[in-house]
Structures are given as structure tokens and as C-alpha cells.
């Protein structure tokens, strides 16, 4: 991506404390006399305050909170590619918005980004605004004024709540996803935790662990409200691993075809949303054909067992590749429409791009459609430019270090130190020779046991190949990683279940450990990760990134576009200098405001300025840590959006922590 502005975790984990992120290893006694009572919804550390699951309901509507409603943290401006993938570009393509600044990904020279995404994210809210613009307003006379459903607060929010109706999915994936919860064989509606952990003998309070942790990472809270490629990658993500994981249960004994062509167009949705999405769903994808296969699509003889293993695998993964290659061509299709390599005519007559719908909708006339032109194929010219070093150069080179180093513990904190404390115990143990003679399990265990264990090494090999794989790039940004929210989140919930049910088996694994390898120590460190160090962890980073990280530019973007025109319908100028790029969508339109990004550059912010002298109304919006050593003559301070805070430009007192809006004359 161009720039818009200036080790792991492992299956097997003994003696992990339920709070210290040990893996969701499902093994807590079931529920006895001395447990906890069948329904109850206790969360461990929050069981005093009313159960977990209240505090899961309460992180959900907060998430919802921060992403559309007042005080919420919409106004801080995490990267600029949660704007310019997706709501600039569909406000030009749904809504006909001109005053727009069309980033380099679409492109017709680069079609780097699929069209399907911002139409999905963004298109579809704008398209819902717009029709409610025209229908609402005879509906209750005089209550809306023209355009207010289509305000810059509208177009900003309507995406947003869009996204956060979709992270749903990863939430509801979260219990689902482990094995635990894919076999009580539930709508995928259905979120009755409960039902599952009974049903594989885990207590209520720890599934909720799982929810929590999830539902309290900054990462949910605020990458899941955006508008980010990387966003959608991770909802896809946990969507598609919900459906190859649940086919591990005993109890489906085979999804079926359907399921199979679900998966094949869910994996090509990921594919065309980010091609990284492979590098998260490859072990995935590879255990549902290894452990799926031996349900079978025919029956073999008890001889020719491994050939009906390859022929039921052959059989599951033509039928993916069907539903993958089925949605693919209708998103090349329409990618290549976009881009203008490719023009269909029905009857002779050019549909344009946005009526490819239309004409699917009508199957009796596929026979008068033709085709001309060549395909695009936005995944092949995305990987193809992220090959080559010198273009990754444009948007900053790094050491192949960072997202281990850097980025991971950025986004997860305590989890990144769970996963890692966790993966180097295991390698020591392995180093040891701790690993001693395989646990024994009952028969009526053996499969719940087994399960278990595959689904811990499939999502712990998907923390593994994503890391690992997107480590191996030049370029490295900490959103690139946000798909792993959600296998972290299973393996390391550091919300304890019932402690007091495991403590004396944990003390007991914990003596077991330092006597066979001497890992105590890091038993220790993982003791350490108690809730309230994740509850700051993530209050910190979304305090910042939320509330104030260049978090004056969206403000002052809504007060243009809601401002009064001039009189006479004069054009009046506005130039950003030092923050990140303004997403043009915001001004709803406003033909009468002309937005200059001149970057941190102050030798092009004069040579704006010179070539604006004789306009009668120029606006500069500069931070307040910058405004006074630009020495701007005949500029008046108008507005100040506080706070706000540039990274490049510190403020060196707080009341410089603003975005300053300045007038000419």
C-alpha cells in the first residue's frame, strides 16, 4: 500500500494458568456437586459484577457505541487506508460524488483492489442513505431538510455500523470456531455458549473467557468499527474457519456439498478482499481436507481404505473449487467492468458496470449478453506489485523483524506475550524431552480429546503461517496482523474460567513441568498477564488511537461540509498541511470546497498558498504544535478541534494538543 500519511504460539501448553492465556484445552471437570450450577454465566474475574456474559452484551453495544454515537471514538483517524479503500471509492461509484481523491489501488494503470469490497462495505450503506434521502423526508414533512440523511456524519457513520453488524460474525464465530463449539451443532445465530461448554465439558465461565477477551481487545473495538480491508479479511477469516472447523465435530459426520461450496466462494471472497487471507486460512483450509476427508463421499471396502480417503478429499475439493471459481468469475467480471477493460452488451446495447445486477437478474436474456474485451484480475496485480521491492519502497521499507517485534505486541499486548511465553515453553519442552508418554483418555473421551487437540494446532499453525508468512514481506504494518484476533482470543483467554476447579491441577502440572524441564519461569511470566494488565492495555491504545490520533480531521471536515456556502456561490479553499490526507467523501458533495493536501511539506504549502492569492476565501488547517512557527501572515485562528494529536509534530505544551482551522484575510 502506498503511504497516506507521513514467537509463537503452540498446541500443547501444560501448566498454563487459565489466566495467564493457556490454550482453551476444554479439559475442565464437568460440573459436580462442587462446581458451578448448570447455567450459570459467571466470567472469573468479573463473576462479582454480574457474570460475564453481561459484560460481553456491554462490550458488544459498546462497540457499537464507539463506532456511530456521541463521545464514541469516530473522530480518531487510525490510517488512512480506512477511508481510501473503501468509502471514497463507493461514494463515487454509488453515489456520484466528484469532489474525491481516487487512490492509487483503483486506478485503471494498478487495479490492485477489487471493486466488491467498498460496494459491500460502504456501497450498500450509501445505497440504503440515499434511498431513505428520497423516502423519508414525505413521510414526516418539514422534520428533515434535503440532504440531511446524506450529511458528512451520515456517510461517515453508515459504513462503520456496517462493519460493526458484520464483526458480529467474528464474535459468533469465536466459540464456534474451536471445535468446542462447532459439534452442538447450532444455527450459526445461535449464540448459547453455554450449551456448548456443557456439551464438551467445559464450564460456562470459561467459555466466556473466550468472549471476553475477544469482545475487550482494542482490536474489536476499534479496527472492527473501520472501514479497513484488513477488517474484512479477519471477518471472512473467521467465517470460513467456522465452517472448516465445525466439520471436525464427530457429530457431522460430513457437512456436505453445500457446506464445501460455501467454503470455496467464502475463500475466494477473502482472496479478492486481500490475497494475505491465504497465509491465515492455509492450515485451515488444510485440515478440513485431511480430517474432513474421512467421513467420505462414497463407501470404500475396509482394503481400500486410504483410496477412499483421496477420492472423498478429490470429491470435496472439486466442489470448493467450484463454488471458488463460480464467485471469482463474477468478481472478475465486475472488477474488469469497473476498470474499463472489459464492456458487455445485452442486445447490442454497452451496460455499464453497475448494471452487471440487472442483467444477472434476467436469465432469459443471457443469451443476447456478449463480452468484449480483456479480464482483470485485481489479486494477480496486487501480488504482483507487492513482489517488486523497489514499489514497496514508495511506502517504507522495513526489517523483516517488525511484526514480531513491533506490530504484534502493539495489537495484542498481553496475548503476543501469552502466545510467545506459551510457544518457547513448548520448544523447551520438546528440547528436554518433556513431552513423556502420551496423556491416557477414556474411550468415552478419546474423541473429544482428540478433537480438541487438532483444533488447537490448526488455529495455533494459522498464528504460525500468517505471522511467519507476512513476515517474510518488506513492507510490515501492525493492521496487517489483525486477523489474528481471533484464533489469539481462543488459544489465550485471560479472563480465568473456574480457578478454583483448576488450581490444584495447574499447581500440580506447574511441579510436573519444573521438574522435568525447569520452565517454571516461564510459568511465572505467564502468571503475570492478569485481566486488569489487558483492560489497560487496551484502554490505553484505544485512547489513543480513538480519541486522539489525528482525531481533529474528521471533525473538521463534518464543520465544512455542515458550514454555510458563501455568498454568491464563491469557491472557497481549503489546505491540509502535516496531517493525514482528508477523505474528500466527507464534504457530501460540496462542490463549492476545493480541499488541498499538501502533506508535511512546507515549501509546497507556500507554493499553494502563492498560487491561491487572489482567492477571497483560503482556509488552513495546520496542527496548533505547527501553526505558530509557520509564520502564515494575514491568517486568523478560526476553529480549533481538540484534541488532536500529529505524531510527526508533538505538541510541546497541551494546549497545542489541536487542529487548528485558520482564515485568510
Not at 518457547?424 to 528440547?431: A, D, E, G, K, T
Amino acid at each position: 500500500m502506498k503511504q497516506r500519511s507521513r514467537s509463537v504460539a503452540t498446541p500443547d501448553v501444560k501448566g498454563a494458568s487459565p489466566r495467564s492465556g493457556g490454550m482453551l484445552k476444554g479439559g475442565t471437570p464437568k460440573t459436580g456437586s462442587g462446581g458451578r450450577k448448570r447455567g450459570d454465566g459467571g466470567g472469573g474475574w468479573f463473576s462479582g459484577w454480574g457474570g460475564g456474559w453481561v459484560w460481553y452484551g456491554v462490550l458488544v453495544l459498546l462497540r457499537g457505541w464507539g463506532a456511530v454515537g456521541p463521545w464514541g471514538w469516530w473522530s480518531g483517524y487510525v490510517h488512512p487506508d480506512e477511508f481510501f479503500q473503501s468509502p471514497e471509492v463507493a461514494a463515487g461509484a454509488v453515489l456520484g460524488h466528484t469532489q474525491l481523491a481516487t487512490p492509487w489501488e483503483f486506478h485503471p494503470s494498478f487495479a490492485c483492489r477489487s471493486i466488491s469490497l467498498p460496494l459491500l462495505v460502504s456501497g450498500i450503506p450509501f445505497a440504503a442513505l440515499e434511498y431513505l434521502n428520497r423516502v423519508v423526508p414525505p413521510l414526516v414533512p418539514g422534520n428533515y431538510a434535503e440532504g440531511t440523511l446524506l450529511s458528512g456524519f451520515a456517510l461517515l457513520v453508515a459504513p462503520r455500523f456496517a462493519v460493526f453488524l458484520l464483526s458480529l460474525i467474528v464474535a459468533g464465530a469465536s466459540p464456534r470456531c474451536t471445535p468446542l463449539r462447532c459439534a452442538a451443532s447450532v444455527s450459526p445465530r445461535d449464540l448459547s455458549a453455554l450449551k456448548i461448554a456443557r456439551a464438551w465439558g467445559l464450564s460456562a465461565s470459561h467459555t466466556v473467557s473466550v468472549l471476553l477477551t475477544l469482545a475487550s481487545s482494542w482490536v474489536m473495538l476499534l479496527f472492527h468499527t473501520r472501514t479497513f480491508s484488513n477488517t474484512i479479511e479477519s471477518i471472512i477469516f473467521a467465517f470460513s474457519a467456522f465452517i472448516a472447523l465445525r466439520a471436525m465435530a464427530p457429530q457431522q459426520k460430513g457437512l456436505g456439498l453445500l457446506w464445501d461450496a460455501v467454503l470455496g466462494m467464502t475463500i475466494a471472497a477473502g482472496v479478492f478482499t486481500r490475497f494475505t487471507y491465504l497465509f491465515f486460512f492455509m492450515p485451515v483450509g488444510l485440515a478440513y481436507l485431511l480430517f474432513h476427508s474421512r467421513s467420505g463421499l462414497w463407501p470404500t471396502q475396509p482394503g481400500h481404505r486410504f483410496v477412499g480417503r483421496a477420492v472423498a478429499m478429490f470429491g470435496r475439493l472439486c466442489v470448493m473449487l467450484a463454488g471458488f471459481l463460480a464467485l471469482s468469475f463474477l468478481l472478475v467480471v465486475l472488477d474488469s467492468l469497473y476498470f474499463g477493460t472489459l464492456t458487455l452488451s445485452l442486445h447490442g446495447s454497452v451496460v455499464p458496470w453497475h448494471g452487471l445486477v440487472a442483467v444477472l437478474s434476467r436469465p432469459a436474456e443471457w443469451a443476447h449478453v456478449a463480452f468484449a474485451g480483456t479480464l482483470t484480475l485485481t489479486p494477480w496485480n496486487s501480488l504482483r506489485y507487492n513482489m517488486q521491492v523497489d514499489n514497496l519502497k514508495e511506502h517504507g521499507i522495513h526489517p523483516h523483524y517488525t511484526h514480531a517485534l513491533v506490530n504484534f505486541p502493539l495489537l495484542y499486548g498481553p496475548l503476543a506475550l501469552a502466545a510467545c511465553a506459551n510457544g518457547i515453553r513448548f520448544v523447551w519442552s520438546l528440547l528436554a524431552g518433556a513431552q513423556g508418554q502420551p496423556k491416557s483418555v477414556t474411550t468415552s473421551d478419546s474423541a473429544t480429546t482428540t478433537l480438541r487437540r487438532r483444533g488447537r494446532w490448526v488455529l495455533a499453525l494459522s498464528i504460525v503461517s500468517g505471522l511467519g508468512i507476512l513476515s517474510l514481506a518488506p513492507h510490515q504494518e501492525p493492521r496487517f496482523l489483525v486477523p489474528l484476533v481471533l484464533p489469539l482470543s481462543i488459544l489465550f483467554p485471560l479472563f480465568g474460567g473456574d480457578e478454583e476447579q483448576q488450581k490444584k491441577k495447574t499447581q500440580k502440572q506447574t511441579q510436573t513441568t519444573k521438574r522435568r524441564s525447569g520452565s517454571g519461569g516461564l510459568t511465572s511470566v505467564a502468571k503475570c498477564l492478569r485481566p486488569w494488565t489487558w483492560v489497560a492495555f487496551n484502554v490505553a491504545l484505544l485512547l489513543f488511537f480513538g480519541y486522539l490520533h489525528q482525531a481533529g480531521v474528521v471533525p473538521s471536515l463534518l464543520s465544512l461540509s455542515s458550514a454555510t456556502p458563501q455568498a454568491g456561490g464563491q469557491v472557497a479553499h481549503v489546505v491540509y498541511f502535516s496531517t493525514y490526507m482528508p477523505p474528500c467523501y466527507l464534504l457530501a458533495n460540496r462542490t463549492d470546497l476545493v480541499i488541498h493536501d499538501v502533506g508535511g511539506d512546507a515549501t509546497k504549502l507556500a507554493a499553494v498558498l502563492d498560487l491561491l492569492a487572489q482567492e477571497p476565501h483560503v482556509y488552513a488547517v495546520v496542527p496548533a504544535s505547527v501553526s505558530s512557527a509557520l509564520h502564515l501572515p494575514h491568517f486568523t485562528s478560526q476553529v480549533q478541534f481538540w484534541p488532536s494529536l500529529s505524531t510527526e509534530d508533538l505538541p510541546r505544551a497541551f494546549a497545542e494538543l489541536a487542529l487548528v482551522l485558520l482564515r485568510r484575510g
